[in-house]
């Protein structure tokens, strides 16, 4: 059984241009969440996807904008890349019922995005 | 607003020994869950243990249990025997269902631990 994954693993971009970052939710999951992990700290919800909508949303600047495709995977992208969106990019996946599955989310291992 | 604190960046301890890490939290929730998350180098966030709000029995996992004190909205993680393995940062995370029935993770800032041999 497949867990969470996501690609690339690393990316280094300049400031100003656009990336683009995927996630494939763990077998069966249909709710995708991403986070964003600055050095140091702890994992900032970034926005939620279900049935290809966004149903929650962080703290975030519309420059981060995502998509969920009819098989489940999502996609992150960030327009406009500042120095300071260098993170790492997580992605979790989980079941909407959250009863289900005692809310827990199963993350991948992150994508690690630096901006110069 | 949900927030989580951890008010320890860094603790260690050797091998074999006990330790117990801080977590504080604050919500006008009734219904929720508690988490404690190990993320070592590898960057995979793995999931210790959960505590479930309405449960006031304290959740166990073989080495690892926690103390959940609900008025206090305080949790702690305890790993007894502590190995080498351990070693990685400690992130304790909360969760409930939103009005839009939408739920995510609110983490704390984390712990770093150390192990020593």
């Known amino acids: 059984d497949a867990g969470v994954t996501q690609s690339p693993t690393h990316l280094i971009k300049t400031r100003g241009q656009q990336v683009t970052l995927r996630c494939s939710p763990k077998s069966g999951h249909d709710t995708v969440s991403w986070y964003q992990q600055a050095l140091g700290q702890g994992p900032q919800f970034i926005f939620q996807y279900y049935e290809e909508e966004e149903r929650q949303r962080g703290n975030f600047p519309d420059r981060f904008s995502g998509h969920q495709f009819p098989n489940y995977s999502s996609e992150l992208n960030v327009n406009a890349l500042l120095l300071g969106d260098s993170a790492l990019y997580l992605c979790?996946?989980?079941?909407?019922?959250?009863?289900?599955?005692?809310?827990?989310?199963?993350f991948g291992p992150g994508t690690r995005l630096t901006v110069t | 607003a949900q927030t989580v604190t951890q008010s320890q960046p860094e603790m260690s301890v050797q091998e074999a020994e006990t330790v117990t890490l801080s977590c504080t939290y604050d919500?006008?929730?009734?219904?929720?869950?508690l988490f404690w998350y190990k993320q070592p180098p590898s960057r995979q966030m793995i999931l210790v243990i959960r505590q479930e709000a309405y449960k006031q029995q304290n959740a166990t996992e073989n080495r690892f249990s926690v103390n959940f004190q609900k008025a206090a909205k305080s949790f702690s993680l305890k790993i007894s025997d502590s190995q080498l393995g351990d070693a990685a940062m400690y992130f304790c995370?909360?969760?409930?269902?939103?009005?839009?029935?939408?739920?995510?993770?609110?983490f704390g800032t984390g712990t770093r631990l150390k192990v020593l041999a």
């Open positions: 979790a996946s989980s079941l909407a019922n959250p009863r289900y599955t005692h809310y827990e989310q199963y």
């Open positions: 919500t006008s929730e009734s219904d929720y869950y």
């Open positions: 995370a909360y969760s409930y269902v939103s009005s839009s029935g939408t739920y995510k993770y609110i």
